[in-house]
């Protein structure tokens, strides 16, 4: 455990858990809502914060929060409106996300690209105790927000057409979630980097939801598998002296390959088990169809598919 | 009170610029179980889109309990079935679950869930006949079952209004007979519904008027009235026979 005796590990410890339990708190609502890679595009755009940070010396994860929350909101209003149109035009924004952030750091002159590279694949070895602070605070509100929230946004994510009879705020809602996506993003940014938010609030719950059978089920694995990939990356990555960022989405791979190995071996077993034992018959429903009674009244039993059945009763 | 559940003047809806409600009066009072009935793509399941204001009206007004729809915010007073539980999510969700966000529109978005709220939901799954499958994922039940889960989410809210966008549509006999039931037990506690149905099957004893929908407008408004044509024969069940075009004589004629 010697690893830990600097300060710096302790911190990037710290926040790479807050954050692998977090992520996944929040992505089980996008991948419900099939929008799994909302997080990356998110992470695009808030790119272009980092740039207008860095340009005008402000904080360039406040800058981040706040230019990717207005492209989450307009994200939310695009996708509110329908399919067809709204496809290029997240694309647009997307890739107009990044390159106006590349632009904007080049501009700013800060010195090299190691600032650009800290900010897409993450630096939390770097993370001032400040930084840690801000993290961890951002972090306790989304988790309450999304756990105080859960069945309104359950709702609203399972069912949207269902919770607005239902008199919910689903506008308020799914901005709610998209601002807090945009948060999200912002401040995994300095753990994983914003390449990899994505992945960490997607895969642990693609995971999860390979073996579990309820929502809460698989929202509580999600976050013990964010926990368990976050930590065991933080320790690996200084051990094998790699990329924080990319080992923990690494391991967090892992994990869901060993997860889907398991359960097809699993059910594999399960199937082969079930066989010699005999289960229980299955109750059969009737038949929902009039057999109606053929009017032929007697002789074998006509075989429709036999081109000449209609000699069949001689 | 007698004052009129649903009430619609003159409702008219168009999806760009294509009508497909022109004038539609109705006035549904407590207690009635009226079915929408009408041929595919008549308009019957945008009608009752357009009354739970999910689709905008081009013209007319819609009141709910006595409120102009627009000012309406006692949503815990109707429990409204799609069609079908959307395309699904991969999520898993299981039949609780799904049953318990019927309680949000009673409950709030902030208050979790309490006692009352549990009850409701296993009360809900007993009417429908689900309890036993309370802890599965939706995913895993038939067709049916996934709508007798929407039905029993609707219940869970403890709805005066049950509104209902084809409830029988592709499910098994078992299921439209344990639906049948719930909502028999439904208004026989004084509940109003409204439903959508391409054809009755065994709801039509708890049917207490029929309102036809044809090109927009409504052509019935009465008793459920006799259907036309081999759908009249007794006993036929919209099933239609495997080769249509078989000569009737096969099984007639005496060889």
């Not at chain 1, 976050?230 to 990555?237: D, K, Q």
């Not at chain 2, 819609?62 to 079935?81: C, E, K």
């Not at chain 2, 978005?109 to 799954?125: I, K, N, S, T, Y």
Request: charged share 15%.
């Amino acid at each position: 455990m010697s690893l830990f005796q600097y300060d710096f590990m302790i911190r990037a410890l710290v926040g790479a858990l807050v954050i692998g339990l977090t992520a996944p708190a929040l992505g089980i609502y996008l991948v419900q809502r099939r929008m799994s890679l909302i997080g990356d595009g998110v992470g695009h755009v808030a790119l272009t914060g980092v740039g207008v940070g860095l340009l005008f010396n402000t904080s360039p994860v406040l800058m981040a929060v706040l230019v990717s929350a207005v492209a989450a909101v307009a994200i939310e209003l695009i996708r509110e409106r329908g399919r067809t149109s709204g496809d290029v035009a997240l694309a647009l924004m997307f890739y107009g996300g990044i390159a106006g952030g590349v632009m904007l750091v080049g501009l700013s002159g800060s010195r090299s690209n190691a600032n650009l590279m800290a900010y897409l694949f993450g630096s939390l070895t770097t993370t001032s105790p400040q930084d840690l602070t801000v993290i961890v605070v951002l972090a306790v509100v989304v988790l309450t927000t999304m756990l105080v929230l859960r069945p309104a946004l359950f709702a609203i994510s399972h069912d949207e057409e269902y919770a607005r009879v239902s008199g919910l705020p689903v506008r308020a809602l799914n901005l709610l979630l998209a601002v807090t996506t945009a948060v999200t993003v912002t401040i995994s940014m300095r753990a994983v980097g914003l390449l990899l938010v994505s992945a960490l609030m997607v895969v642990p719950v693609a995971t999860a939801q390979l073996f579990s059978r309820g929502f809460v089920a698989t929202m509580v694995t999600a976050m013990g598998i964010g926990l368990v990939a976050s930590g065991s990356g933080v320790w690996l990555a200084g051990t094998a002296n790699t990329a924080l960022g990319a080992t923990i989405v690494i391991l967090a791979i892992a994990i869901f390959l060993l997860a889907a190995v398991g359960t097809a071996v699993r059910r594999a077993l399960g199937r082969r088990r079930a066989v010699p034992s005999g289960r229980p018959t299955p109750v059969v429903e009737p038949c929902d169809v009039v057999l109606e009674p053929a009017p032929a009244p007697s002789g074998p039993p006509v075989d429709l598919d036999r081109p000449d059945h209609a000699t069949a009763h001689r | 009170m007698t004052e009129p559940v649903i009430t619609v003047e003159h409702g008219a809806v168009a999806y760009d610029e294509r009508p497909v409600l022109r004038d539609i009066s109705l006035t549904v009072a407590p207690g009635e179980v009226v079915a929408v009935l009408g041929a595919n793509g008549s308009g019957k399941s945008t009608l009752i889109r357009a009354i739970l204001g999910l689709v905008p009206l081009n013209a007319g007004t819609v009141s709910l309990f006595g409120t102009p729809q627009r000012r309406f915010r006692q949503w815990r007073r109707i429990g409204y079935v799609p069609q079908r539980l959307g395309a699904g999510s991969a999520v898993p969700a299981t039949v609780a679950e799904v049953v318990a966000a019927g309680r949000l529109a009673r409950r709030g978005v902030l208050r979790p869930a309490g006692a009352a709220d549990r009850r409701a939901v296993a009360e809900a799954l007993r009417a429908v006949g689900l309890s036993d499958r309370a802890g599965d994922p939706v995913t895993t039940l038939s067709g049916g079952q996934q709508q007798r889960t929407l039905i029993a989410r609707a219940l869970a809210g403890q709805p005066e209004l049950l509104v209902l966008d084809e409830p029988t549509a592709g499910v098994d006999s078992a299921s439209q007979d344990a639906f049948a039931e719930a909502l028999r037990g439904f208004v026989a506690d004084g509940g109003t519904v409204l439903l959508v149905a391409h054809e009755l099957g065994p709801l039509a004893t708890v049917i207490t008027r029929a309102v036809v929908v044809h090109e927009g407008k409504i052509a019935h408004d009465g008793p459920v009235p006799e259907p036309a044509g081999h759908h009249a024969a007794p006993g036929h069940e919209h099933v239609h026979p495997h080769a249509p075009d078989d000569p009737v004589g096969i099984w007639g004629a005496p060889a």
